[in-house]
Structures are given as C-alpha cells and as structure tokens.
C-alpha cells in the first residue's frame, strides 16, 4: 500500500533552518509529482511546493527564495530544505502524492525563540 513518511521537523529559532524528508513506498514515485503542504494552528492548509516527476518546482509566495523543494528518485524521498525560517513558518507539514493522493501523517515544525 502507498505509504508517506514525513521526517525532519522540531523546533528552530528565527533565521535558522530545517530540512524536510518524506519517504514514498508503494508508489511509481519517480512519474509522480509530489507536493509540500502545511496547516497553521487556526489557518487553511496552505500549497507551500510542488516538484514534478521532471524535477520543475513551484513554490507559495510566502516561502519563494527561502524553501527549495527537491527529489531524490533513487531514495524514493523527496525534499523541502528550509532557511530564513520566521514564527509564521510554524506548522504541521504534510507531503502528498499527486498521481495517489495521499497524504503523509505530517510533522511539526516550530519556530520560536
């Protein structure tokens, strides 16, 4: 069955940086694009990246030039490396499959001093 595994998430002051794994099993990963997303305490599950199975990214203007989105077919994994992160970045942030749209079970990221 189609399995996504979020890791790399914790607590990081201001300006720091975090990098962002989910691991695909069960799927054709390498056809697949793959998406970040995150949902604030109180707020709309927010697109944050996309990377396609061609490697193309996309990003939310909110995270454009401090979040880069990549992939790594051989690890099945894909990537969000995070800098400049700011109090507002804090969330719970998921990975889904967009060819078997599924979610991972999301993991948590907070930024504070």
């Known amino acids: 069955q189609v399995q996504l595994v979020e890791s790399g998430g914790g607590l990081v002051q201001p300006g720091g940086s975090l990098r962002l794994s989910c691991a695909a099993s069960?799927?054709?990963?390498?056809?697949?694009?793959m998406r970040w997303f995150r949902r604030a305490p109180g707020k709309q599950r927010e697109l944050v990246a996309t990377?396609?199975?061609?490697?193309?990214?996309n990003y939310a203007d909110s995270v454009k030039g401090r979040f880069t989105v990549s992939r790594d077919n051989t690890k099945n994994t894909v990537y969000l490396q995070m800098n400049s992160l700011r109090p507002e970045d804090t969330a719970v942030y998921y990975c889904?499959?967009?060819?078997?749209?599924?979610w991972g079970q999301g993991t948590q990221v907070t930024v504070s001093s």
């Open positions: 069960g799927t054709a990963f390498s056809s697949d694009t």
């Open positions: 990377i396609t199975s061609g490697g193309t990214t």
């Open positions: 889904y499959s967009a060819v078997y749209k599924h």
